[in-house]
């Protein structure tokens, strides 16, 4: 199977992007702590990657942090469902891993959620540095935690800059 990588240049270091004919396969922030495999059929370009690219270009510049590449992620039934799960978290927002296990409809399996979320191939596109530990502190992340908290201050400064919805008229107070 034919696998493209590109690198692409972040305000964090360089990001390496995977992808197969179906998507995204895995974005690795520089200190990820995982090896990502590579396959003998692995071409180096940066054409698959255009739309990814594009939409990382207005996340980093703080336009939007809104992704809708198709993805290709690989893992178990219990790693994807975290994984959805993950995507539904707002941009500028945290949740703990026992709220995550509680979404998902297994409130005893925090630690499971967060082994499943500490082993999630696509950075920042499914927000697994939105999950932090019960107490508010920031906790392991494998693209490092200072990565974590730079994307998490980010996302917040970009969440605080949105523009609210205007109130219907019906609803709006004199």
């Known amino acids: 199977?034919?696998?493209y990588r590109h690198l692409y240049d972040s305000p964090l270091g360089a990001i390496t992007l995977t992808a197969s004919e179906k998507g995204l396969t895995s974005?690795?922030?520089p200190t990820y702590k995982y090896d990502i495999p590579s396959s003998e059929q692995e071409i180096t370009t940066?054409?698959?990657f255009n739309?990814?690219?594009a939409q990382l270009d207005g996340y980093f510049a703080g336009e939007s942090v809104q992704f809708s590449v198709p993805l290709d992620l690989l893992g178990t039934a219990f790693q994807q469902q975290v994984w959805a799960a993950l995507q539904t978290i707002p941009a500028g927002e945290t949740r703990c891993y026992g709220d995550l296990a509680a979404d998902i409809g297994k409130p005893s399996a925090s630690r499971a959620v967060g082994a499943a979320n500490g082993q999630?191939?696509?950075a920042i596109?499914?927000?697994c540095h939105r999950?932090?530990?019960k107490s508010g502190k920031l906790t392991g992340y494998a693209g490092g935690l200072d990565a974590k908290a730079w994307l998490l201050n980010?996302?917040?400064a970009m969440a605080a800059n949105i523009p609210k919805q205007p109130q219907d008229a019906a609803t709006r107070t004199r």
């Open 131 to 133: 999950v932090i530990g």
């Open 120 to 122: 999630n191939p696509i």
């Open 46 to 48: 940066r054409s698959p």
């Open 51 to 53: 739309e990814v690219i």
């Open 154 to 156: 980010h996302e917040q």
């Open 125 to 127: 596109i499914v927000p």
């Open 27 to 29: 974005l690795s922030l």
């Open 1 to 3: 199977m034919k696998q």
